[in-house]
């Protein structure tokens, strides 16, 4: 059935369901019933719905605190260390034809410091800071994978990880200026991950009170719950969805398009105000460019993918599509165009740039797996890979390390 419905329209439709009946209740009544009805429906909403906020209340103060929020940036509980396994399955259930097996399971330990960041070292003064969202903290992969940590141990120097999963260009600033100026870094590693750096969301308004709301609302408990079942029991009710048809569930033109120019022009303006502040003491900075999925893989596929399957993926989500024999070339011009934008934007202010696109590409080329199959963060393999083209980027030039 979730081939079919997302998530959050089951969830409407099972909300709906009763709602629908109780209206019916009271629409299918005289004057004089409709008003006795009245009473014992509105006690059995309430019966239903103070006992779930109060079991969800509950089972928030239950549960130990994950993140520091302020209001521009944040962090995780500081000196923790949380352990699981990650498991390279379907998220959302969907039942494939054939099943192709997900990268092994990680089992990973993921350590905070004193002050929240992924880091197994509390010193006050480090060689090299790195910026940037869960590419950079390192999701589904154990603490000596990521690829700050490898980084570390190839060039020899002190590196320290202000990466934060969820992270935007607007709290890469703030979490510089809270966190990396007092440690004293030569070089700064500012990642720019293209599958969400551009969104509009990342700079709306984010102390509002829908925000708040919203955000109260995602984070329930007792709503994660509901909708675990629903996955793990309809997920694959009435579901013909394959495997070809979905890949790995990336949108091929690009699933996180940049929303507007406004973004854009946003995201640049942080990253020159970081700019600022480096040159100001004195600090190389370096934008490490981390392309999405769909822009690695679509160039080493595009002979495989018949453009008419490529059209018909495409149009479940999009409208007024191109010809279908234009479209594949429109695509792969699109999903590079972000890449030349922000190469452009260094060039103009003078930031020395990395792009991690063509070594990602080669590797996958011989038959690496870079990617998990159902997720799309890196591998071990590809932590591996980004540290060996940043590395190669810093020896280049002489850099004097701590003593």
């Known amino acids: 059935m979730l081939g079919r419905y997302s998530v959050a329209h089951l969830r409407w439709m099972f909300l709906l369901i009763p709602i629908s009946i109780m209206a019916l209740y009271l629409t299918w009544s005289n004057e004089e019933n409709k008003k006795r009805r009245q009473i014992p429906i509105t006690a059995l909403i309430l019966s239903i719905i103070v006992p779930i906020l109060l079991v969800d209340l509950f089972i928030r103060l239950a549960q130990p605190k994950q993140y520091v929020m302020h209001r521009s940036y944040y962090y995780r509980a500081p000196n923790t260390v949380v352990g699981g396994t990650f498991r390279d399955v379907p998220e959302n259930a969907f039942s494939y034809p054939t099943m192709?097996?997900?990268?092994?399971?990680?089992?990973?330990?993921?350590t905070t410091d004193k002050r929240g960041f992924r880091n197994?070292?509390?010193?006050?003064k480090y060689d090299i800071i790195t910026l940037g969202d869960s590419f950079v903290e390192g999701s589904n992969v154990t603490d000596d994978d990521v690829w700050?940590?490898?980084?570390?141990q190839k060039s020899?120097?002190?590196?320290?990880?202000?990466?934060?999963?969820?992270?935007?260009?607007?709290?890469?600033?703030?979490?510089?200026?809270?966190?990396?100026?007092?440690?004293?870094p030569k070089i700064v590693l500012c990642m720019v991950y293209e599958?969400?750096?551009?969104?509009?969301?990342?700079f709306k308004r984010k102390d509002t009170f829908g925000h708040h709301l919203n955000n109260y609302f995602k984070s329930s408990p007792v709503r994660r719950t509901l909708e675990e079942l629903l996955i793990r029991h309809l997920g694959s009710i009435d579901s013909n969805t394959s495997e070809d048809s979905l890949a790995s569930g990336d949108n091929p033109a690009g699933s996180d398009k940049a929303d507007a120019d406004t973004a854009s022009v946003n995201a640049f303006a942080y990253r020159r105000q970081i700019k600022e502040l480096c040159d100001a003491k004195n600090i190389r900075l370096i934008i490490v460019y981390a392309p999405d999925k769909p822009h690695v893989l679509l160039p080493l596929i595009r002979h495989k993918v018949p453009p008419e399957s490529l059209r018909a993926f495409m149009a479940l989500k999009?409208?007024?599509?191109?010809?279908?024999?234009?479209?594949?070339?429109?695509?792969?011009a699109h999903v590079e165009m972000k890449e030349s934008v922000v190469k452009k934007f260094c060039q103009q202010e003078s930031i020395e740039f990395v792009s991690l696109t063509e070594p990602l590409r080669q590797s996958i080329a011989q038959g690496r797996q870079l990617y998990f199959?159902?997720?799309?963060?890196?591998?071990?393999?590809g932590h591996e890979v980004a540290a060996n083209t940043i590395y190669n980027c810093i020896d280049e030039l002489p850099t004097s390390k701590t003593n």
């Open 100 to 110: 192709r097996s997900g990268y092994p399971d990680i089992e990973y330990i993921l």
């Open 120 to 124: 197994k070292t509390d010193l006050e």
């Open 148 to 152: 700050v940590t490898l980084l570390a």
């Open 156 to 184: 020899k120097l002190i590196v320290y990880n202000l990466g934060m999963a969820g992270g935007h260009p607007g709290t890469y600033l703030e979490t510089f200026k809270r966190f990396a100026l007092d440690l004293s």
């Open 195 to 202: 599958g969400n750096d551009f969104h509009d969301s990342n």
């Open 318 to 332: 999009e409208n007024n599509l191109p010809p279908t024999y234009k479209l594949m070339d429109i695509v792969l």
């Open 373 to 381: 199959t159902y997720d799309d963060h890196w591998t071990p393999i």
